[in-house]
C-alpha cells in the first residue's frame, strides 16, 4: 500500500524569503513521486518528478526536491518566494499502476 | 494546442437529477482518470481507464458511472444516487510511457442547489 502525508496544510511566508513544503511517503517498492500546483478554480500543473534517477529534482519555476530514502520524505523547497507561487501544492505518490495516491494538499500564502 | 478540456466550468444540478460532465483529451493519451477534490482532502479517485472500452472503479465510485467509447472521451455521469456530489471534479490523462505523469483540465464545478 501507498500513502502520502503532507505535514503542513498550510504555510505562509514573506515575498522573497524560502519555501519548504513537507512531504512524507510510505511505500513498498521504489516509488515515482511528484510535486503539483493547483492555482484557485484551475487544473493541476505538473511542477517536477522523481523516477529513479538523481535525488535532487529541479523543477520548474525555481522549485525543486530532494527524495531521501531513508527518511522516506521528498520535501519541495524554492529559494526566494514569488507572489505567483501562491496557490495549493500536492505531493504524488505512484507505485507501478495507474492509480496515484495525493496528498491532502498544502495551501501557501506570500506575504508582500 | 493539445490538452483537456472540460465542460461546463460551473453546473448547477437539482437534487434528484443525473448530471454528466465532459472531458476531452486530444494528447493520444491511453489512460484517462476522473479526480473528485473537496476542501482538505486532496484529490480522491472516481474511475479511471487504460484503454478504450474498459474502465474500473476508483476510490469512491459509488453513485458515478462512466464511459470509455473513443479514446479521447471519458465522460463522467453524476447520479442521483450520490449522496453529496456538490464538488470540484478533474479529469486528467496519462501517456502509458510516462512514469504516471498527469495531464490535468481545467476542472468542473458542480454545485447541488
Known amino acids: 500500500a501507498q500513502s502520502v502525508t503532507q505535514l503542513d496544510s498550510h504555510v505562509s511566508v514573506s515575498e522573497g524569503t524560502p519555501v519548504l513544503l513537507r512531504c512524507n511517503y510510505s511505500?513498498?517498492?521504489?516509488?515515482?513521486l511528484f510535486w503539483y500546483v493547483q492555482h484557485p478554480n484551475k487544473g493541476l500543473q505538473l511542477l517536477l518528478k522523481y523516477t529513479s534517477a538523481a535525488t535532487l529534482v529541479k523543477g520548474i519555476n525555481g522549485f525543486e526536491a530532494e527524495f531521501k530514502k531513508s527518511e522516506t520524505s521528498f520535501h519541495l523547497t524554492k529559494p526566494s518566494a514569488h507572489m505567483s507561487d501562491a496557490a495549493e501544492y500536492f505531493c504524488v505518490v505512484i507505485e507501478g499502476d495507474y492509480k496515484l495516491s495525493f496528498g491532502a494538499g498544502t495551501t501557501v500564502t506570500v506575504r508582500a | 494546442d493539445g490538452g483537456i478540456t472540460q465542460s461546463p466550468k460551473y453546473l448547477f444540478r437539482k437534487e434528484g437529477q443525473n448530471v454528466t460532465l465532459s472531458c476531452e483529451q486530444n494528447l493520444n493519451h491511453d489512460a484517462m482518470y476522473w479526480y473528485r477534490q473537496d476542501p482538505g482532502q486532496g484529490l480522491r479517485l472516481i474511475y479511471y481507464s487504460q484503454i478504450v472500452n474498459d474502465f474500473q472503479k476508483g476510490d469512491i465510485a459509488e453513485g458515478y458511472s462512466v464511459s470509455r467509447e473513443k479514446k479521447e472521451s471519458f465522460p463522467l455521469t453524476v447520479t442521483s444516487a450520490q449522496k453529496n456530489p456538490t464538488a470540484f471534479y478533474l479529469c486528467?490523462?496519462?501517456?502509458?510511457?510516462?512514469?504516471?505523469?498527469?495531464?490535468f483540465g481545467e476542472g468542473s464545478r458542480l454545485t447541488v442547489l
Open positions: 511505500s513498498s517498492y521504489s516509488p515515482s
Open positions: 486528467a490523462s496519462s501517456d502509458r510511457g510516462t512514469t504516471g505523469e498527469l495531464f
